[in-house]
């Protein structure tokens, strides 16, 4: 069992989301705070140069386009919303960008929809170009399309986008700069007998019963958002960290061990995660058959599956559907998410990745099903 007492999980952790939100990026809706941007780009350069990998998830784009445009109160009007999101979305990318390139870091925009992680060919090609990303030592700056989605911005908030980027690129950890210290067991603006929660267990009932509403007139979320957000990350393994944005060096301080703001701990951990999800899989919409070599590599050595060890596919599925991994007998000993379609996996059955581009048109994967997201299943 891996070491998770609060001090181990941010030191022990390679790949972090951080989520900062609108009240801070933006100084309460007084525009965008480059300095304070500065600071938390001037750690994440930190991070990268120490080794690890580090994805920025930033709200205020509509807040934002609300200075730009001159309006003092949040629009009602979806319209109205998209209009100061494509806005405010200009100055907020530009600020990163030129930030993190003081530090000597590259950037990168990523924006997207809660549609964009539903969909699985999407997810898959929003996964592989965020790994692609992280593997170049450039930090992506994410934000949720708020130009395109209509009851997104009405009730989407990044606190839950922060928890689904973690689950995407299984992250070990998730990091809520807020402007709270951390989570109280009451609202400490109204209760003087609101008490400090050091350490919590993400998913713990108890907690969404202590958290109040929405406490800010810029943003769309509250610290029920944050709680449930740690709540989802858990789901694929990653622990959750509540902590005030203003903190000063506070990711560096996280990372180093110390116990700043709020630690809701996954109780789950990250690969259990994953490969319970492919285990339990009830339906599966196809299979492929391996020759006794590729089997005994899947099964025995822990290798990924190579399209060149494939004898055989069958059913119809897509990119990124959970498909089985039969032996030549028949027998099932494995299952995993498919990087390619049936379609395309019949084109490359039995040949080398270097035939792939001739073959689809276009260089993909090297792998069928790469280890990290496949489970044995005999």
Same mark, same amino acid.
């Given at each position: 069992?891996?070491?998770?007492?609060?001090?181990?999980?941010?030191?022990?952790?390679?790949?972090?989301?951080?989520?900062?939100?609108?009240?801070?990026?933006?100084?309460?809706?007084?525009?965008?705070?480059?300095?304070?941007?500065?600071?938390?780009?001037?750690?994440?350069?930190?991070?990268?140069?120490?080794?690890?990998?580090?994805?920025?998830?930033?709200?205020?784009?509509?807040?934002?386009?609300?200075?730009?445009?001159?309006?003092?109160?949040?629009?009602?009007?979806?319209?109205?919303?998209? %209009?100061?999101?494509?806005? =405010?979305?200009? +100055?907020?990318?530009?600020?990163?960008?030129?930030?993190? $390139?003081?530090? !000597?870091? /590259?950037?990168?925009?990523?924006?997207?929809?809660?549609?964009?992680?539903?969909?699985?060919?999407?997810?898959?090609?929003?996964?592989?170009?965020?790994?692609?990303?992280?593997?170049?030592?450039?930090?992506?700056?994410?934000?949720?399309?708020?130009?395109?989605?209509?009851?997104?911005?009405?009730?989407?908030?990044?606190?839950?986008?922060?928890?689904?980027?973690?689950?995407?690129?299984?992250?070990?950890?998730?990091?809520?700069?807020?402007?709270?210290?951390?989570?109280?067991?009451?609202?400490?603006?109204?209760?003087?007998?609101?008490?400090?929660?050091?350490?919590?267990?993400?998913?713990?009932?108890?907690?969404?019963?202590?958290?109040?509403? %929405?406490?800010?007139?810029? =943003?769309?979320? +509250?610290?029920?958002?944050?709680?449930?957000?740690?709540? $989802?990350?858990? !789901?694929? /393994?990653?622990?959750?960290?509540?902590?005030?944005?203003?903190?000063?060096?506070?990711?560096?301080?996280?990372?180093?061990?110390?116990?700043i703001g709020t630690?809701?701990?996954?109780q789950t951990q990250?690969?259990?995660?994953?490969?319970?999800?492919?285990?339990?899989?009830?339906?599966?919409?196809?299979?492929?058959?391996?020759?006794?070599?590729?089997?005994?590599?899947?099964?025995?050595?822990?290798?990924?599956?190579?399209?060149?060890?494939?004898?055989?596919?069958?059913?119809?599925?897509?990119?990124?559907?959970?498909?089985?991994?039969?032996?030549?007998?028949?027998?099932?000993?494995?299952?995993?998410?498919?990087?390619?379609?049936?379609?395309? %996996?019949?084109?490359?059955?039995?040949?080398?990745?270097s035939e792939f581009?001739?073959?689809?048109?276009?260089?993909?994967?090297?792998?069928?099903?790469?280890?990290?997201?496949?489970?044995?299943?005999?």
């Amino acid at each position: 069992m891996p070491d998770i007492t609060p001090p181990s999980v941010l030191r022990n952790a390679k790949r972090i989301v951080v989520k900062v939100g609108s009240s801070l990026v933006t100084n309460e809706g007084r525009g965008l705070d480059a300095d304070a941007i500065g600071q938390w780009c001037g750690q994440l350069a930190t991070l990268v140069k120490d080794g690890r990998e580090v994805i920025m998830v930033s709200s205020g784009a509509i807040a934002e386009g609300m200075k730009r445009l001159g309006w003092t109160a949040r629009p009602k009007a979806i319209h109205e919303l998209q %209009a100061a999101a494509a806005v =405010g979305q200009m +100055g907020l990318v530009q600020v990163y960008e030129t930030k993190l $390139r003081e530090n !000597g870091i /590259g950037s990168a925009q990523v924006l997207l929809t809660h549609a964009d992680l539903a969909d699985r060919e999407r997810y898959l090609n929003a996964r592989s170009t965020l790994l692609a990303l992280l593997q170049l030592g450039v930090v992506p700056v994410i934000n949720e399309n708020d130009t395109v989605v209509n009851d997104e911005i009405k009730f989407g908030d990044n606190d839950t986008l922060g928890a689904l980027v973690a689950n995407l690129v299984e992250a070990d950890a998730l990091v809520i700069l807020t402007d709270q210290k951390g989570l109280y067991t009451a609202d400490p603006r109204k209760d003087p007998n609101a008490r400090f929660v050091h350490v919590g267990k993400a998913g713990d009932p108890a907690l969404e019963a202590m958290a109040g509403g %929405a406490g800010s007139s810029i =943003g769309s979320g +509250g610290m029920i958002t944050k709680i449930l957000a740690a709540k $989802r990350a858990a !789901g694929s /393994g990653a622990s959750t960290v509540i902590a005030w944005g203003r903190e000063p060096q506070a990711l560096i301080r996280l990372t180093q061990g110390e116990a700043i703001g709020t630690l809701l701990v996954a109780q789950t951990q990250k690969n259990q995660a994953r490969k319970r999800w492919m285990a339990d899989h009830l339906q599966m919409r196809g299979s492929v058959t391996v020759d006794a070599g590729a089997a005994g590599k899947v099964r025995d050595e822990g290798k990924s599956l190579l399209p060149i060890g494939m004898t055989q596919v069958e059913g119809e599925f897509s990119r990124g559907d959970v498909i089985a991994i039969r032996d030549t007998h028949g027998a099932e000993i494995a299952r995993g998410l498919a990087n390619y379609s049936s379609s395309e %996996a019949r084109l490359i059955c039995r040949k080398a990745s270097s035939e792939f581009e001739k073959l689809l048109g276009y260089t993909g994967e090297p792998e069928m099903v790469h280890r990290t997201n496949l489970v044995l299943t005999r």
